[in-house]
């Protein structure tokens, strides 16, 4: 039987310095570099094979962009998953992912995203300003799923990813 594939669009979205550029790239090459430079207006793509899917993820990441508050609908449009990144040792971040939510949900939402809350740097646990329960509780609240990543140790990046696959599978029924 022949396997099926999927193309799949998922978009970073998140303040500047969250991590987004480096958790593309752990999706991509499982790899951290100290300086990563935004990978820029492109996207990264990663294949993620299932049972009965393969699924070719274009990641995308903004050229920073988010800065200027100049990402714009189009940057989102037709994204099968949406990153909403924010970094737990910084809570004006956690903040900002709130207000991307909103922007979302106001101006594009449709019931056949995933939307997938991340709280990105958690190795820095001793500067956290953003607890677990606090991002899992945002989650439940607003019907996003929940992960807590590092992209400088790689904890919980690849579970994210193969998560977001799931997920994208039953929306679109390819499971
Ligand atoms: P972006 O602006 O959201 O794309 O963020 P970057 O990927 O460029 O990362 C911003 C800074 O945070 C860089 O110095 C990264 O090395 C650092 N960084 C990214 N992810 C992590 C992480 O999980 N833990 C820690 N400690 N630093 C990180």
Redesign the pocket.
């Known amino acids: 039987r022949p396997m099926r594939t999927l193309r799949v669009k998922m978009v970073l979205l ?1 303040a ?7 958790l593309a790239l752990r999706f991509c090459k499982d790899e951290f570099r ?3 430079p ?1 990978v820029g207006c492109a996207y990264l793509t990663q294949a993620v094979h299932l049972r009965e899917v393969t699924l070719r993820f274009e990641i995308w ?1 903004t050229a920073g962009e988010e800065k200027y508050h100049s990402v714009t609908p189009l940057y989102y449009r037709g994204a099968h998953a949406a990153l909403l990144v924010y970094d737990i040792s910084k809570r004006d971040t956690f903040i900002r992912a709130q207000v991307w939510l909103r922007e979302l949900e106001k101006q594009y939402f449709s019931g056949s995203t995933v939307l997938w809350l991340v709280g ?2 958690g ?2 646990e001793q500067h956290r300003q953003v607890s677990a329960q606090e991002g899992q509780s945002l989650a439940n609240d607003r019907g996003l799923f929940f992960t807590e990543t ?3 140790s790689g904890d919980q990046v690849e579970q994210l990813l193969l998560g977001v696959a799931h997920r994208v599978c039953e929306c679109v029924g390819a499971q």
């Open positions: 998140g500047s310095g969250v991590g987004k550029s480096s100290r300086t990563s935004t990441d990105n740097k190795d820095l590092s992209a400088l």
